[in-house]
């Protein structure tokens, strides 16, 4: 009974916090907004025993949520939390879509008839995922973790303003670096 | 628990279609990713409690991860090159 109500208000809170994002005058407000809807799906994770996947999503999401407010600071120009702003286009399209996709969604979900559940969770259902992942499953890890290794290479490239090339010439040989501000000892 | 994860689902799709700034737009993925999590942590549960499900999740999450990297790169990389943070500012692929 308890578990049920919790879900429930975790459900309302997930649908009405993503709902806020696109509803909000503010970055700074939708930013607050797509948290508390992680969280509340994070929570809904711990609800059903999966200890290790809501813990997980609610502090990533929490740090997520703490560096795009630091974007909305540094690319927006304005002050995110009082600048009232909307900034949408092809609203109606955009409703007509979504809501397209709900109704399908939902009939699907309505209509299919589910089979009934398959066996029970383990006993300490964090020790079973590492023991899966260390193990049969490891080919999932060994598959994320170049993806990952790649996504910090890439992020770097397409962030980064100056690179060794810019400072120190296309073959590397230009001494002193090129910097616009020069540093070090006898320079 | 499907249909709240479909309802979210569909409202990223609505700021993922509907935003200009591209931080918004990279919200309303989120918001899908999000629902994906509940939506496969619903059926792990509901209906095959074995660890293949939860494996399944953390590539989500995973997933979720890279897109939230690469599109913050490419936000900066965006801001740097044309001073652009809408997504009607950069609409065409030439520098």
Same mark, same amino acid.
């Given at each position: 009974?308890?578990?049920?109500?919790?879900?429930? +208000?975790?459900?309302?809170?997930?649908?009405?916090?993503?709902?806020?994002?696109?509803?909000? =005058?503010?970055?700074?407000?939708?930013t607050?907004?797509?948290?508390?809807?992680?969280?509340?799906?994070?929570?809904?994770?711990?609800?059903?025993?999966?200890?290790?996947?809501?813990?997980?999503?609610?502090?990533?999401?929490?740090?997520?949520m703490?560096v795009m407010?630091?974007y909305?600071?540094?690319?927006?120009?304005?002050?995110?939390?009082?600048?009232?702003?909307?900034? +949408?286009?092809? @609203?109606?399209?955009?409703?007509?879509?979504?809501?397209?996709?709900?109704?399908?969604?939902?009939?699907?979900?309505?209509?299919? =008839?589910?089979?009934?559940?398959?066996?029970?969770?383990?006993?300490?259902?964090?020790?079973?995922?590492?023991?899966?992942?260390?193990?049969? @499953?490891?080919?999932?890890?060994?598959?994320?973790?170049?993806?990952?290794?790649?996504?910090?290479?890439?992020?770097?490239?397409?962030?980064?303003?100056?690179?060794?090339? =810019?400072?120190?010439?296309?073959?590397?040989?230009?001494?002193?670096?090129? =910097?616009?501000?020069?540093?070090?000892?006898?320079? | 628990?499907?249909? %709240?994860?479909?309802?979210?689902?569909?409202?990223?799709?609505?700021?993922?279609?509907?935003?200009?700034? %591209? %931080?918004?737009?990279?919200?309303?993925?989120?918001?899908?990713?999000?629902?994906?999590? $509940?939506?496969?942590?619903?059926? #792990? #549960?509901?209906?095959?409690?074995?660890?293949?499900?939860?494996?399944?999740?953390?590539?989500?999450?995973?997933?979720? !991860?890279?897109?939230?990297?690469?599109?913050?790169?490419?936000? !900066? $990389?965006?801001?740097?090159?044309?001073?652009?943070?809408? !997504?009607?500012?950069? !609409?065409?692929?030439?520098?």
């Amino acid at each position: 009974m308890v578990v049920d109500v919790a879900f429930w +208000v975790l459900s309302v809170l997930a649908v009405l916090g993503g709902a806020a994002v696109f509803y909000v =005058d503010s970055m700074a407000r939708a930013t607050y907004a797509l948290a508390l809807s992680f969280i509340a799906v994070g929570l809904v994770a711990l609800l059903l025993q999966q200890n290790y996947v809501g813990v997980v999503t609610i502090l990533m999401m929490v740090m997520e949520m703490a560096v795009m407010a630091v974007y909305m600071v540094m690319f927006m120009g304005m002050n995110p939390a009082l600048m009232p702003m909307s900034m +949408v286009h092809g @609203k109606r399209m955009a409703m007509a879509a979504a809501g397209g996709v709900f109704a399908l969604l939902a009939s699907g979900i309505l209509l299919v =008839d589910w089979p009934s559940r398959r066996g029970a969770p383990a006993g300490d259902v964090t020790m079973a995922l590492g023991e899966e992942l260390m193990g049969p @499953k490891m080919l999932a890890m060994a598959v994320v973790s170049p993806v990952m290794v790649a996504t910090i290479v890439a992020g770097v490239v397409l962030a980064a303003h100056r690179t060794r090339y =810019d400072r120190m010439g296309d073959d590397l040989r230009r001494r002193p670096a090129d =910097d616009p501000q020069p540093g070090g000892v006898g320079r | 628990m499907l249909l %709240v994860a479909a309802a979210i689902f569909c409202v990223g799709l609505y700021g993922a279609i509907s935003q200009q700034v %591209v %931080v918004m737009v990279m919200m309303g993925l989120e918001l899908m990713i999000n629902a994906v999590i $509940l939506a496969a942590a619903g059926f #792990w #549960w509901f209906l095959a409690p074995e660890p293949t499900g939860q494996v399944l999740l953390l590539v989500i999450i995973a997933a979720m !991860t890279v897109e939230m990297a690469m599109g913050f790169a490419v936000a !900066t $990389l965006l801001h740097r090159e044309r001073e652009a943070d809408m !997504t009607d500012m950069a !609409t065409d692929l030439s520098g």
